[in-house]
C-alpha cells in the first residue's frame, strides 16, 4: 500500500526535475552556441547541432532525475521504513 502512494509523488516530481533541467540544459548549451539548443524539427539546423543538443539534453535529464528520484526514494524510506523499489539489481 505504501508503494502505491510513492507512485504519483514520484510522478509529480519527475515532472519538476524535467523543469529544473531545462535551464541548466540551456546553460551547458550556451558553452557551445549563442542560440537556443535545436530541436530535430528545425529545417535548418545542422546535425552536428541537433544530435549535440540531444546528447546533452539526454545527459543531464537523466543525471537530474536519478538524484531527484534517489533522494525522494531515500526520503520515502526514512519517513515509511520501506523502500519503494527493488532492493538490488538482480532482484527481479
Known amino acids: 500500500m505504501k508503494k502505491l502512494l510513492f507512485i504519483p509523488v514520484s ?3 519527475g515532472v519538476l526535475a524535467g523543469m529544473l533541467g531545462k535551464p541548466v540544459v540551456n ?8 542560440q537556443d539548443p535545436p530541436e530535430p524539427s528545425h ?6 547541432k541537433v544530435l549535440t543538443a540531444a546528447a546533452i539534453q539526454g545527459a543531464i535529464f537523466r ?5 531527484v528520484d534517489r533522494s525522494l526514494r531515500r526520503g520515502f524510506m526514512s ?3 520501506s ?3 527493488d532492493t ?3 532482484a527481479k
Do not use: E, K
Request: aromatic share 20%; glycine share 10%.
Open 43 to 48: 529545417r535548418f539546423a545542422p546535425w552536428w
Open 11 to 13: 510522478v509529480s516530481v
Open 63 to 67: 543525471v537530474i532525475r536519478a538524484l
Open 27 to 34: 546553460q551547458v548549451w550556451g558553452w557551445i552556441d549563442d
Open 88 to 90: 538490488s539489481p538482480d
Open 79 to 81: 519517513v515509511t521504513g
Open 83 to 85: 523502500w519503494p523499489g
